[in-house]
């Protein structure tokens, strides 16, 4: 018990358990409860999921050491037999002193494996992880202020609806300038929250009030199928309901 850091199932009861150590990190069970299958992957538990078929999905985040380097995250996809599916490149390159760049709620997958969200410094790229078309979500059109585009936003706390139609996440910024040194700003500023359409990247909803009213963490938030209601609890710890039309 003192290994296991998270339980992921699925409707009709396949299941992963993620645990601590080197070796064996994620073990698969069945619908019967039988153990089927153990893997070593560098698994982030904050930002792991289980689709319908049963595969895992993880983000592997390669720091960097100092403000020199980049780091960049990889998306495994893992079978329940325990053998690596597909490896992504989901981001590489990127500055290590720019934006909340973390892997966890950024890099999503849909409930039914098939969609993939991909975070990027002022957007999101959607599309099909079999390598069909994708989409961009462009977020430059809805920047106001100034820093917004010198220190382009980023996508966190990303959550597909069940049916994978919708998508809600956070665009959190921080700029330079405001802290000691001219360190980036330890809060999120100029924040706002979406919920798009995940086949057009169309915008259905943003909700935006100074300085990050209604902007999450990973975590945080819940979609209901087809967006009808997303449930959020902000950054100041309240609660609130969205409906469809925003």
């Not at 994620?26 to 792991?48: Q, R």
């Not at 959190?172 to 929250?193: I, K």
């Not at 938030?221 to 710890?237: E, Q």
Request: hydrophobic share 40%; aromatic share 8%; proline share 5%.
């Amino acid at each position: 018990l003192r290994r296991i850091q998270r339980v992921l199932a699925t409707a009709d009861g396949k299941a992963a358990v993620l645990l601590k150590g080197k070796k064996d990190t994620i073990a698969f069970i069945d619908e019967s409860g039988k153990l089927t299958a153990t893997a070593a992957v560098p698994a982030a538990p904050s930002s792991t999921s289980l689709d319908s078929q049963g595969r895992l999905w993880t983000c592997v985040e390669q720091r960097a050491t100092d403000k020199k380097k980049t780091h960049s995250v990889r998306v495994l996809c893992v079978r329940p037999d325990g053998t690596l599916e597909r490896e992504i490149l989901a981001f590489d390159d990127l500055p290590s002193r720019e934006g909340p760049h973390r892997a966890e709620g950024a890099f999503p997958v849909s409930p039914d494996g098939k969609t993939a969200a991909i975070g990027r410094l002022g957007g999101i790229l959607l599309g099909d992880v079999a390598g069909g078309a994708w989409t961009a979500f462009d977020d430059m059109a809805h920047a106001r202020k100034t820093f917004e585009v010198w220190t382009p936003r980023f996508p966190t706390a990303m959550t597909f609806a069940p049916d994978g139609r919708c998508l809600f996440f956070t665009m959190d910024s921080r700029p330079t300038g405001y802290e000691n040194m001219h360190q980036p700003l330890n809060r999120n500023e100029g924040g706002a929250s979406f919920l798009i359409d995940t086949a057009t990247g169309r915008v259905l909803w943003q909700l935006r009030a100074e300085p990050a009213d209604y902007s999450c963490y990973n975590g945080f938030a819940a979609v209901a199928r087809d967006g009808a209601v997303t449930a959020l609890f902000d950054v100041w710890s309240r609660v609130a309901m969205v409906d469809k039309a925003g």
